[in-house]
């Protein structure tokens, strides 16, 4: 339990608490934020001197058991935070298009696949589906004279032949 706490802040009753490494003696720095959390502090101090052993002890295990579930109740929603990301990481790496997330890691809803409407003619895997940015090859051969028709993609059997070999 212990080791998990090492090399942390805690802030309680306005006190500052700052644990070192466990390599050695750990070095335990205070702070105070304000003078009443101080003499608030010193008045506890002076009530844990005054407890019995046993009174410590039960002390110290409540306090135990309530760091133990804050700990673990932080851990749980910075692992759903976590997988969230990974979702959306997940989709980027897969090349997955069809599905993406938006900031609450909700799924986006799927939009048609779009099919390219021109392409260039000296480089034919280079394609434009007419949505978005001009592309580079097609604004260089507009600003020379040529006209966007002249590079548009004529099927023989229009949409439904495109659509049926996708």
């Not at 934020?33 to 003499?39: I, N, S």
């Not at 700990?71 to 599905?99: F, H, M, P, W, Y």
């Amino acid at each position: 339990m212990g080791r998990e706490l090492i090399g942390s802040n805690y802030t309680s009753c306005g006190l500052n608490i700052k644990v070192g490494k466990a390599d050695a003696i750990p070095p335990v720095s205070f702070s105070f934020e304000t003078e009443h959390a101080r003499q608030q502090c010193v008045m506890k101090k002076n009530n844990l001197e005054a407890m019995s052993v046993d009174e410590l002890w039960s002390l110290h295990e409540e306090i135990t058991r309530i760091l133990s579930e804050r700990i673990t109740s932080e851990k749980r929603e910075l692992e759903k935070r976590l997988a969230i990301l990974n979702r959306c990481r997940d989709g980027i790496e897969r090349g997955d298009a069809n599905q993406s997330y938006n900031a609450d890691g909700k799924a986006r809803r799927k939009y048609p696949r779009v099919f390219p409407k021109y392409r260039n003619p000296q480089m034919p895997s280079e394609t434009w589906s007419g949505r978005g940015k001009q592309p580079r090859w097609l604004v260089a051969a507009i600003q020379s004279g040529r006209k966007i028709d002249d590079f548009r993609i004529r099927e023989a059997g229009g949409a439904k032949a495109r659509a049926e070999r996708a």
